[in-house]
Nanobody, 128 residues
Framework: QVQLVESGGGLVQAGGSLRLSCAASGRTFSNYAMGWFRQAPGKERAFVATSNWSGTATDYADSVKGRFTISRDNAKNTVYLQMNSLKPEDTAVYYC?????????????????????WGQGTQVTVSS
């Protein structure tokens, strides 16, 4: 079992920045691909960013490319999401997720069903 705990959410003005963290415990973090998703009120959970097990390959939703950066520190069992140039439409609950296939999967996981473990979420609110 893997436990994921997000932190770093909050209220920020448009154009500002936030850095989300997700601390993992329970198993070998470095084996997992890690992702960030978000869910706005009344909408489905949507892909934001993903990193392979080593951090050498990443992918992003078109809506955040050039503004968000996913990174990971396997020594600290932590994955990060640096969010710059935030917009009101980025307002959502942000979730981190782990794909235990990790090293054995082909390609980067970008859909909800590909992830096995989820955190509880952290609220990000961007005011205009």
């Amino acid at each position: 079992q893997v436990q994921l705990v997000e932190s770093g959410g909050g209220l920020v003005q448009a154009g500002g920045s936030l850095r989300l963290s997700c601390a993992a415990s329970g198993r070998t973090f470095s084996n997992y691909a890690m992702g960030w998703f978000r869910q706005a009120p009344g909408k489905e959970r949507a892909f934001v960013a993903t990193s392979n097990w080593s951090g050498t390959a990443t992918d992003y939703a078109d809506s955040v490319k050039g503004r968000f950066t996913i990174s990971r520190d396997n020594a600290k069992n932590t994955v990060y999401l640096q969010m710059n140039s935030l917009k009101p439409e980025d307002t959502a609950v942000y979730y981190c997720a782990a794909d235990e296939r990790g090293r054995f999967s082909v390609g980067l996981p970008t859909t909800v069903p590909e992830y096995n473990y989820w955190g509880q979420g952290t609220q990000v609110t961007v005011s205009s």
